[in-house]
């Protein structure tokens, strides 16, 4: 199947700092990405999609002054964790939209941010 | 606003036990339905997924599930699970093929040995 990628897999920052996560789509194009926060033990929580050439959309309670997303490309979108505070310490993953099977999603493998 | 639960946060079963995990959401139109599966320390994989046609729908791994439009549920079922099964499973669903998904908050399964 389609792979997507996630860099760093683990990332620790101190408090105050910014940090940028990529997301790859590695075989195949994405229009559409989208990030999604796991809190541990808990479900995926969209936080935005991402479409390539455009801004950001939001979901409600995301501060997008925050979590900066850019998808310049139609393989990479980027999120950045601006200013980053210890309760952004979280499991951040993305997910690429593949249009050419019926709208498949497939997922990154997740990165660990940690702030101290 | 779209909603997904499952039953049970944490089910405990013995090797060679059936499984069944249940799901359902709220939404009353076409919907397309999901289950992932998370490994510990392993990112989400595709167990299976319904778009139309046949409600009964096979997965990888022995997995299928079953929909039921009229009960608004997709069940997943293994008729014998076993110790490599333990993982996080999360049902999702998606309003049609453009909109986002919406995911259950997570079954924990421990299989024992």
């Known amino acids: 199947g389609a792979v997507v990628s996630q860099h760093p897999s683990r990332v620790i920052c101190k408090s105050g700092t910014s940090v940028k996560i990529e997301c790859r789509s590695l075989?195949?194009?994405?229009?559409?990405m989208f990030w999604y926060r796991q809190f541990p033990k808990k479900s995926l929580m969209l936080m935005a999609t991402?479409?390539?050439?455009?801004?950001?959309?939001?979901e409600q309670g995301v501060e997008k002054d925050k979590f900066l997303i850019n998808h310049a490309s139609l393989t990479l979108s980027t999120l950045t964790v601006t200013s980053a505070h210890p309760e952004d310490s979280s499991f951040y993953i993305c997910s690429a939209r593949d249009l050419g099977t019926t709208y498949e999603q497939y997922f990154g493998p997740g990165t660990r941010l940690t702030v101290t | 606003a779209q909603s997904v639960s499952q039953h049970n946060h944490h089910v405990i079963l013995s090797e060679a036990a059936s499984l069944e995990l249940g799901c359902n959401y709220s939404?009353?139109?076409?919907?397309?339905l999901f289950w992932y599966v998370q490994y510990p320390g392993q990112h989400l994989q595709l167990l299976l997924k319904y778009f139309s046609g046949d409600p009964l729908v096979k997965g990888i791994k022995g997995f299928e599930a079953e929909f039921i439009k009229s009960k608004f549920s997709f069940n997943l079922r293994k008729p014998s699970v076993q110790w490599s099964d333990t993982a996080e499973y999360f049902c999702a669903v998606r309003r049609d093929y453009g909109q986002n998904f919406v995911f259950g908050p997570g079954t924990r399964l421990s299989v024992l040995p």
């Open positions: 939404y009353g139109g076409t919907v397309n």
């Open positions: 075989d195949f194009q994405a229009t559409t």
């Open positions: 991402s479409n390539e050439g455009s801004k950001a959309t939001y």
